[in-house]
């Protein structure tokens, strides 16, 4: 992470109001933490490559699902994919890390087959009224 700190803001890497994880000198609303998670650009104002949700399907049955660009080890990251009925109690998921890898629980399972990680929920579309759900980035 040190290491992608200095290489896009160069002089400025020490400067926590520029550089730090919660930073965000673009003031797209994400700061350099997710940006490094995500591999986007801090200094570039965008939202292109968040997590997008989309429907899965799986021989004839619908899930949500989500899809993200990650870094790979070693990320120095933490990323765990939530799910909530409500945005206010979230459950966890699929959790990747650079000391191993949750890939399904009781609540979803990863189903990547691509460059973007993809994780569904474990209750089809039809099933459920409400789902959301979204991808936290940590440093552990």
């Known amino acids: 992470y040190r290491v992608w700190q200095y290489q896009k803001f160069g002089t400025n890497a020490e ?7 919660n930073a965000d000198p673009d003031r797209d609303g994400i700061p350099n933490l997710v940006e490094y998670g995500f591999d986007l650009e801090p200094l570039t104002a965008s939202t292109v490559g968040l997590p997008q949700g989309v429907e899965y399907d799986d021989s004839g049955n619908s899930y949500l699902a989500i899809q993200f660009n990650r ?8 990323y765990t994919v939530q799910e909530s009925t409500n945005f206010t ?26 460059p973007l990680t993809t994780v569904r929920l474990n209750i089809m579309i039809s099933d459920s009224q409400f789902d959301f759900m979204r991808v936290q980035v940590n440093r552990p």
């Open 15 to 21: 400067n926590w109001a520029i550089a730090g994880d």
């Open 71 to 78: 870094r790979l080890p070693v990320s120095e990251l933490l």
């Open 89 to 114: 109690d979230w459950q966890i998921g699929c959790q990747y890390s650079d000391n191993g890898n949750v890939l399904t629980n009781a609540i979803t399972t990863d189903v990547t087959t691509g």
